[in-house]
């Protein structure tokens, strides 16, 4: 069934409109029964659906679960995510729901966010690509993906009203390019808004955000949807921008939207504008061209396996990993008989069927499992002394350690990085028995390992690894798949060493974003920090060699057409096949700007057989050479030195390039508070104002003098006693030359 959209505005009166762009309950747009509109079901679902069966978040449909954003992106495999958001989709075609609610896209400012486990990365190039995937998979499939949370939405205290103060070099640099890229290359059905203020505005009625960014720079052309409970005053929030309420009780803001629009107090043009895109995201939910196939548990459990064995990171490994056959295993930690395998929230998924490592490892090597600790974190002594035991009477512990879900979840961040003490306790009674320990983690986001990573002989990031974690977690243990998992976050030695360490989560109503650009690994390196596990890290059971870099350019930067062929050749060294990630970082110093020493600008996974070589080709446009000019108001690529590494990861990059670009000089606007400096960079505004001098005056400045007074803007100097030019004068040049 179609219906043509400008004929049911034309149809509609003003009080069908206004319930248009206001929700019809908790998961429904409205519709218009009398004129065939009818209503769009939503349901959450970043990485595994949930269709309410109750009021309570827990009362949800069977779903299968698949790892979180935090898993999945530590794939760092496109491939993957498509093929994850097209099970989303058929499991969401089978459910009745026309829109999934995500990707979540908020960039990690700092490992302590309670949300981060339903977000992909610290980087906004890893974050981006991964989330078009998922969001390209799941509309491949007839369903619409809902973007969020746009933007600046990186912690959960005081999430609804805190004002977030962060330069617009920041959020176009850092916060907004993976929605850009999700925007731009998988054209999300819907864009969700956050609760936050973003500099004294609140997001929803932010018409630079959801007008000037996402449509007039962006071109966006689906519907801003609210999240549920982000708007204050439905008026200014629908001027801005917000074309969707929700959740929504039909009688209240449609109600007042109608009234100022009968009042004249708001154009009916401003209200078409916003009905007219939830028409065409009716319209393209009724049309949706759904392939039929029916959800299959089954395989998707398998696919979401595949996923978790894809998320985990092999951080450390002195060769106790793979497990001998024939090894005797003591099997420790709560979680490997209760796993967390998700986090807490809108995003907690009913799941079909949940795999436990003592069932997956027990069917396939000689295990003793006890469970060492409470999920309390309630000291027990007894629980202690039987895992000591187990480890004496074994060859290796693999001890399973993590957070509990209540410090990790919607709603609340965390205070430090720390493992709950009962567990690094039972560490350390497990190491003083002297048998290798491989220690395996469960979490949402970072934690500190350095304090008791010298206990461990193998450490496995395992993040939240979905319904299927226990059989992928089985699997990488036993050798039987490649841990091809690399960092999508850096995992600092201390949580002060964080770039917005001193800034994280600000006073009450208010967090400045200090740090700028200099966000997770741009900050580290700047700074020179050391850090536990860089960016992008990550070991397999074979080793990669790199060489031969390549840097091929055509085009400029002038005539917008500059395009840099990056090619590495990489080569399985070891004996088995395994997965790299050939990562591309781009450096531009010195700068007019503060730079980052490097920027992830371009990555590949490759899969190779023992002894195999393979040329891995990375295009890099101008914009990985760019950044964002304020004064200019545009992306700027300047003439200099640019440095191409290639690597595993950001900070072994062996393989360097020079690139050196000439650009023409742009002519950069100047303004009342422009300085000295400035002024005589202008040729052609200095002229004109020296041309204001009595004849054959000039204003020559020293070189000595300018190092002093160039900085001053020259409108003040101008007032100063017996200078030859005037306030009057500046403000003329100005009126042709600014």
Known sequence: ???????????????????????????????IERLGVPRVRMADGPHGLRVELGASLGESAPATCFPPAVGLASSWNPALLKRVGQALGREASAQGVDVVLGPGVNIKRSPLCGRNF???????????????ALAY???????????????????????????????????????????????????????????????GTLVSQDPWLLTDVLRGDWDYDGVVVSDWGAVFDRVEALVAGLDLEMPHVLGNSDVEVAEVVEAGQLSREVLELGAARVLALTERAVDAVRPGHAADPAAHHQLAREAAQESMVLLANDGVLPLAPRAKIALVGEFARTPRFQGGGSSRVNATRVDRLVDTLAARRRVR????FLLSGKADDALVDEAVAAAEAS???????????????????????????????????????????????????????????????ALIEGWLAGQAGGLALADVLGGDVEPSGRLAETIAVRLGDHPSALMFPGEPGRVVYGEGVFVGYRGFDAADREVAFPFGFGLGYTTFS???L????????????????????????????????????????????????????????????????????????????????????????????????????????????????????????LHVESTIAEWMADTEAWEALMARLPEGARIELPEEVLAVVGGQPLRRFAKFPDMPITAADVDAVLASHG
């Open 546 to 548: 790199y060489d031969r």
């Open 550 to 669: 390549v840097v091929k350019v055509t085009g400029t930067p002038a005539s917008r057409d500059l395009r840099v062929a990056v090619q590495v050749t990489v080569t399985n060294t070891g004996d088995r096949a395994g997965c790299e990630v050939v990562q591309v970082y781009v450096g531009n110093a010195p700068a007019t700007v503060p730079r980052p020493p490097r920027e992830l600008r371009g990555f590949s996974k490759v899969r190779l057989e023992p002894g195999e070589s393979r040329v891995v080709s990375l295009p890099l446009d101008a914009r990985a050479f760019s950044f964002w000019s304020e004064a200019q108001g545009r992306w700027v690529v300047e003439s200099g030195l640019f440095t191409i590494e290639a690597g595993p990861n950001s900070r072994d990059l062996p393989l360097a390039q020079e690139l050196k670009l000439d650009v023409p000089a742009r002519r950069v606007p």
């Open 118 to 132: 339903e977000y992909f990365s610290e980087d906004p190039l890893l974050a981006g690509t991964l989330a078009s």
């Open 369 to 372: 499992f006890a469970p060492g």
């Open 137 to 199: 998979g799941l509309q491949a499939e007839g369903v619409g993906a809902c973007v969020k949370h746009f933007a600046a939405n990186n912690q959960e205290t005081d999430r609804m009203r805190v004002d977030v103060q962060v330069s617009e070099r920041a959020l176009r640099e850092i916060y907004l390019p993976a929605f850009e890229k999700v925007v731009l290359s998988a054209h999300p059905w819907m864009v969700m808004c956050s609760y936050n203020r973003l500099n």
């Open 1 to 31: 069934m179609s219906f043509d959209v400008d004929d049911i505005i034309t149809q509609a009166t003003t009080e069908d409109l206004a319930r248009l762009v206001c929700g019809d309950g908790t998961w429904h747009t409205s519709g």
């Open 395 to 457: 060859d290796v512990v693999v001890a399973c350690l993590g957070l509990p879900d209540s410090e990790e979840t919607e709603g609340l961040d965390r205070t430090h990085l720390r493992l709950p003490e009962v567990q690094l306790a039972l560490l350390a009674e497990l190491a003083a028995v002297g048998k290798p320990i491989v220690v395996v983690l469960s979490n949402g986001s970072a934690v500190e390992v350095a304090p008791w990573l010298d206990q461990a002989n």
